[in-house]
């Protein structure tokens, strides 16, 4: 199973950028995903979440100028990022928890995947 991420790239404060993660390989289904970033010092943090159900959730910090989404039909999600600062400068990081089979008589588990990132830099 792999996640591939695309999109990063060089823009100027105030400006976006999409990023799109898309799964393949090997698996059942795909239950939650997310978004993360790890800025040069600094540890890696959650950015969004995209529970398969549930209710997106937000870094206080992206607030009001990301939008995550995911298109299940296609294994895919996506980072909308509006607004962008310098401090938003980082790696961007896919992972998502995916359910494969693991034996002949359909038992499962969840491997927990991440994409190899994608730079995201901001200019001031």
């Known amino acids: 199973v792999q996640l591939v991420e695309s999109g990063g790239g060089l823009v100027q404060a105030g400006g976006s950028l999409r990023l799109s993660c898309a799964a393949s390989g090997s698996f059942s289904r795909i239950n939650a995903m997310g978004w993360y970033r790890q800025a040069p010092g600094k540890e890696r943090e959650l950015v969004a979440s995209l529970p398969s159900g549930g209710i997106r959730g937000y870094a206080d910090s992206v607030k009001g100028r990301f939008t995550a989404s995911r298109d299940n039909a296609k294994n895919t999600v996506y980072l909308q990022m509006d607004s962008l600062k310098p401090e938003d400068t980082a790696v961007y990081y896919c992972?998502?928890?995916?359910?494969?089979?693991?034996?002949?008589?359909?038992?499962?588990?969840?491997?927990?995947?991440w994409g190899q990132g994608t730079l995201v830099t901001v200019s001031s």
């Open positions: 992972n998502a928890a995916v359910e494969v089979v693991v034996n002949v008589e359909g038992a499962t588990r969840y491997l927990d995947v």
